[in-house]
């Protein structure tokens, strides 16, 4: 092989990151690094390569472990996007201009559905913006237990006193079967920056922030109707307590949260019970991932990991504000009792997304 041929077929393993070949102007030959400097850049690129996927293996754990632990409905879905990202092959973006090209992508994964458009700003950052979502519905449900044993034993005084009989008596608990759902309906943007234009991996970081005519929405609720029984069994009691004591109280079904009781209210004629996890509109992201935002080729696929940083969490139940979440969690199912008691301890919300870009110009 001559020294000419050599040059071309060494030259795009260089340093040089987008391939840009060193030239002798005087000669208008091209040459090569000198031996010590081209491993010495070697190194340095391995080095870098070993720490960015030495952290994405540590935040891969750790979001792991966490998703497992504290949200065990996400199980299968968590295992079908880490299979997704680790096939993900893309190419690299190691020829995009600044301004020149513009993607739109969409994307699944912890925090819903989105959509979004990407475009590169400088050969090693990339402007996102998008929108995210989760459908409506339950992802799973969950057991409020509420102290029935006081109306009980006004039931049985009754019967005892003024021999009525009721036709729908009360246990010692009345369980509320709820449904837990996510509010995640955000704006986005979002910077991604490659270390190197020629590699996959990318450090991304941005906002959500969740617009105006979704405020008022939970990121988390749990919300659920008393049986039919205990329902009628509570309107049945006050009657009958009224009929012999005009002055007596209505008597109520309630949750007992530290000192303080919330009380079952009347929607649609059934008993409802509602909790709503708030946090302020803004949240901060961070995170890692590998893939492409504007492909070299049409299509393109990104797998990240990351976690969304809330703050001012508050915890409400039957719109009252919940002073110690903490002691909240207890009254709740076993596995709503784990996501509120993470909510509380740990102000972040891990992500998991796989993402999947076309590239329009």
């Keep these: ?59 891969l754990i750790f979001a792991l472990v966490l998703t497992i632990n504290q949200f065990k409905f996400m199980k299968r879905f968590f295992i079908l996007l880490l299979a997704a990202g680790v096939v993900s092959g893309v190419s690299a973006q190691d020829n ?22 990407a475009m590169p700003v400088q050969k090693h950052l990339v402007l996102k913006a998008g929108y995210n979502w989760v459908p409506s519905g339950d992802l799973f449900t969950t057991d409020l237990t509420l102290d029935t044993k006081d109306l009980r034993d006004a039931q049985n005084t009754i019967e005892s006193n003024h021999l009525h009989t009721f036709a729908n008596k009360f246990g010692e608990n009345s369980v509320i079967n709820s449904g837990l759902q996510l509010g995640m309906t955000n704006y986005k943007v979002m910077l991604n920056w490659y270390p190197f234009v020629s590699r996959r991996f990318y450090v991304s970081g941005g906002v959500y922030y969740t617009p105006s005519s979704k405020q008022d929405d939970s990121f988390i609720r749990i919300s659920g109707k008393t049986t039919a029984n205990d ?4 309107q049945e009691l006050n009657d009958v307590e009224h009929q012999y004591n005009p002055a007596a109280g209505n008597r109520e079904l309630a949750l007992k949260i530290g000192d303080r009781n919330y009380a079952v209210k009347d929607v649609d004629g059934c008993g409802y019970m509602q909790a709503d996890f708030k946090m302020d509109p803004l949240k901060y992201y961070v995170g890692l991932g590998i893939g492409r935002c504007v492909p070299n080729n049409i299509v393109g696929l990104q797998f990240e990991l990351g976690a969304m940083i809330y703050h001012n969490a508050r915890l409400y139940c039957q719109d009252q504000e919940v002073g110690s979440i903490s002691d909240a969690a207890a009254e709740f199912g076993n596995d709503a009792k784990e996501i509120i008691e993470y909510v509380d301890k740990y102000p972040i919300y891990p992500q998991v997304s796989l993402r999947l870009s076309f590239r329009m110009f």
């Design 1 to 59: 092989m001559d020294t000419k041929r050599a040059a071309t077929w060494w030259t795009p393993f260089l340093c040089d990151p987008v391939g840009t070949q060193t030239q002798d102007l005087q000669n208008r030959n091209l040459t090569l690094y000198s031996t010590e400097l081209r491993g010495l850049c070697g190194r340095e690129d391995k080095h870098l390569f070993l720490f960015l996927f030495s952290c994405l293996i540590i935040w």
């Design 96 to 117: 995009m201009e600044a301004f020149r090209h513009l993607s739109i992508g969409a994307e699944v994964g912890l925090h819903g559905f989105g959509v979004e458009l």
């Design 231 to 234: 329902w009628a069994a509570l």
